[in-house]
């Protein structure tokens, strides 16, 4: 994908994003602030047999955390708990299109490891620890 392609898909992701917003009744909530960076991110989840049936989240930070947490909720979607699990740093920056320096990593690091430990405390009785 041609760079500027990806920068006009990373804004689409930020300012129209189908998946920005608060699920009221989401089997899991997981959210975290970034102690490098500030940014604050909450997905919530609705879950059904282990996957992922509806995805929200909100975001206050950077483009780049904003436009990731939008990545990784439609990466998401209908995916299993052992499926998103398995991703790494690595795909999801190949999911955002853009070289993102080490410096920037930390930030997809980061909205990847709050979703991925919202999934790895979810208590199956339909409560998140």
Sequence with gaps: MERTQAQERLLKHVHSSPYRGMLQKADIITKDVSP???????????????????????CEGSILGQATASILSEQALGKSFATILSWTI???IAWIGIEVGPTRQRTVKFMLEVLQKGIISYDESGKST
């Design 90 to 92: 690595g795909q999801v």
């Design 36 to 58: 490098s960076c500030g940014d604050r991110v909450t997905f919530y989840l609705v879950v059904v047999k282990g996957r992922i049936e509806n995805i929200k989240f909100t």
